[in-house]
């Protein structure tokens, strides 16, 4: 069954910190791999987008990473600001028009 | 503005009632997608269109009809809601490639229209 799980549900960190979200999935066949930022009543808005043979990828303070072998992926914030609280979610797409959407990451960042 | 754009942001409907959600893409875009979103689970798909034709329907109710005039717009027909149909519900837009078995490209979201069925 493809798959798509995070870790942890919910986070809170100072202003400043640096945090790591983390991504695992079972989906065959494998496409490419996009982290989301979603604002508290917004729509997604991506953020990094890797395929089979990117290992990682960065967009400003976000740096994605992907292991194809192990099937996980991650999501590392640095120096985190109050606009960073959001929850972010992990998709794998399994093929065109075929997106499996993790349940995404609360992410609370606290002055 | 990712450049998908829906209305109404916010609905209250009863059961009876017949409503419709509007999404339009100013992307040129060729595929259109409705998805769920409920409090604590992933994003369900609904509805996938390319090119205007209905490529995807992953086994939605009835009550929910969706409508793909052009390429650049997409409708959500309502009609005889439950109370759990209450949720976010999200529209995106991307560039597929034809033909292709694999999608290299990425899908901006509109910001949402909040359903309450009460």
């Known amino acids: 069954k493809n798959q798509v799980e995070q870790s942890p549900q919910s986070l809170i960190i100072l202003e400043g910190k640096n945090c790591t979200l983390q991504?695992?999935?079972?989906?065959?066949?494998?496409?490419?791999l996009r982290w989301y930022k979603q604002d508290t009543g917004r729509g997604p808005v991506s953020l990094t987008i890797?395929?089979?043979?990117?290992n990682t990828k960065s967009n400003g303070r976000y740096t994605a990473t992907l292991d194809a072998d192990t099937k996980q992926s991650s999501l590392h914030i640095t120096a985190s600001q109050l606009s960073d609280s959001a929850s972010y979610i992990c998709v794998v797409s399994a093929a065109t028009y075929k997106y499996i959407f993790g349940t995404g990451t609360r992410l609370k960042v606290l002055a | 503005e990712t450049g998908v754009t829906q209305t109404p942001r916010h609905l209250v409907m009863g059961m009876t009632n017949k409503k419709s959600l509007k999404c339009e893409q100013h992307?040129?875009?060729?595929?259109m997608y409705w998805y769920k979103q409920s409090a604590k689970k992933p994003l369900e798909l609904m509805f996938v269109?390319?090119?205007?034709?209905?490529?995807e329907n992953n086994s939605v109710p009835s009550r929910f009809s969706p409508e793909c005039p052009n390429s650049s717009h997409l409708f959500l027909h309502l009609h005889t809601l439950q109370p759990e149909d209450s949720a976010l519900y999200l529209c995106a837009s991307s560039q597929e490639a034809s033909g292709s078995t694999r999608s290299y490209n990425e899908q901006f979201f509109g910001p949402g229209t909040r359903l309450t069925v009460l």
């Open positions: 991504c695992n999935y079972t989906v065959s066949p494998f496409s490419n």
């Open positions: 890797m395929t089979f043979s990117e």
């Open positions: 992307l040129g875009h060729n595929a």
């Open positions: 269109y390319n090119f205007k034709e209905q490529t």
